[in-house]
C-alpha cells in the first residue's frame, strides 16, 4: 500500500513590516496623545500661575496701569486691608469656627468611622451612601434648604448656624478619612483589652485613639482646609460678625462701595497664603488617592 502524504498547510503570516508598521504607528499616536495632555496641563498650570502672579503684583503695585510692571512696589496696601476689611477680627472668628468644626467633627465622626468600620448590621450600605452624598454632591443643592431651616430656627447669621452648616459635609468626611486607619488596626489588640477588663471607653480612650493619632491628625487637617475655603455654606448661613475669610474675601469684591482693586488683591492674597499653608501641611500626612480609592471601595464593602 502507498500512502499519500498530504502537505501541512501553514497559518499565513502577516509581513513582518506590516506589523512593526503598525507598532511604529501605535507608538507615534501613543507620543501624540501623551504630548497633548502634556500640553494641556502645562497650559493650565501656566494659566494658573500667571493669575496668581498677575493678583500678588497688584497687591505689592503703587500704581500699575497699562504697562507690564508698576510703577513703583509697596507693602501699604496689605495694611490698609487689614484695616478697611477688619482682617483682625475675621480672621478670629475663622478661626473660632474651625476650630469647633473641627472638634465636633472629630466627636461625632471617629465613633461613627468606627462603628462603621467594625460592625455589620442591616441598612448599612444605605447609610454610608447617606453619609456620603454631601460630598458627591455640590454644597449648593442643599445648602439653600438647609438654609432655610436654620432661619425658621433663627440660627442662621449666627457663629452657631455656621458651625453647624460646616458640620454637614465636615462629618462625613472624617468618616472618609477614618474608616482606613480603623480598618487597619487588629481586632485582636481591642479583644485584649477587653479580656484585662477595659470598658468600651477605656478601650477607645488608652487603645484606640494613641493607635489612630496619625489619622485623626490627617483627619483634622484635612478639615480644617475644607471648612476654611468652604463658601457656599457659610456665605448662605452667615452674618455680620459670622463671616469666615472667605465670604469677607466675597463682599470686599462685590460688596457695594469703591474699594481699591490693590487692597482687594492684598486680601486674596491673605487668604490664599492662609489656605495654602494649612494645605500643605495636610498633605504631610495624608495621601489623597486613599480618599479616591475609599470613595469607590465604600459601598461595595458595606
Known amino acids: 500500500m502507498s500512502t499519500v502524504s498530504h502537505p501541512v498547510r501553514q497559518p499565513a503570516r502577516r509581513p513582518i513590516a506590516h ?9 507615534w499616536l501613543d507620543r501624540v496623545w501623551s504630548g497633548f495632555l502634556w500640553g494641556v496641563m502645562l497650559l493650565f498650570l501656566v494659566n494658573i500661575g500667571a493669575i496668581i502672579a498677575a493678583v500678588a503684583t497688584s497687591s505689592f503695585a503703587r500704581r500699575w496701569l497699562g504697562t507690564w510692571l508698576p510703577e513703583g512696589w509697596t507693602t501699604g496696601w496689605y495694611l490698609a486691608a487689614w484695616e478697611e476689611f477688619q482682617l483682625g477680627s475675621v480672621l478670629w472668628v475663622t478661626t473660632e469656627i474651625v476650630a469647633a468644626v473641627v472638634a465636633l467633627a472629630l466627636v461625632l465622626g471617629v465613633p461613627a468611622a468606627y462603628t462603621l468600620a467594625r460592625r455589620d448590621f442591616p441598612g448599612k450600605r444605605l447609610l454610608m451612601l447617606l453619609f ?20 425658621k430656627l433663627r440660627l442662621a447669621g449666627t457663629m452657631n448656624g455656621v458651625i453647624l ?21 487588629d481586632r485582636n489588640i481591642e479583644s485584649a483589652a477587653r479580656v484585662f477588663g477595659a470598658s468600651t471607653l477605656q478601650m477607645f480612650r488608652h487603645v484606640l485613639v494613641p493607635l489612630l493619632a496619625p489619622g485623626i491628625l490627617a483627619a483634622s ?12 455654606l457659610t456665605f448662605l448661613t452667615a452674618g455680620p460678625d459670622s463671616q469666615t475669610l472667605v465670604v469677607a474675601l466675597y463682599y470686599a469684591v462685590f460688596a457695594a462701595g469703591v474699594r481699591a482693586p490693590q487692597s482687594v488683591d492684598a486680601m486674596a492674597m491673605i487668604y490664599m497664603g492662609v489656605t495654602l499653608v494649612w494645605l500643605l501641611i ?16 465604600q459601598p461595595q464593602r458595606a
Not at 132 to 151: E, R, S, W
Open 165 to 185: 452648616a460646616n458640620l454637614i459635609p465636615a462629618v462625613p468626611f472624617v468618616i472618609l478619612v477614618m474608616a482606613p486607619f480603623i480598618e487597619q488596626i
Open 221 to 232: 487637617l484635612l478639615v480644617l482646609v475644607r471648612t476654611i475655603a468652604l463658601f457656599e
Open 132 to 151: 456620603l452624598l454631601p460630598l458627591m454632591v455640590p454644597p449648593i443643592t442643599y445648602g439653600i434648604p438647609l438654609a432655610t431651616v436654620l432661619y
Open 282 to 297: 495636610a498633605m504631610r500626612f495624608v495621601d489623597p488617592t486613599q480618599l479616591v480609592s475609599r470613595v469607590k471601595e
Open 19 to 27: 506589523t512593526a508598521g503598525r507598532a511604529i504607528a501605535r507608538a
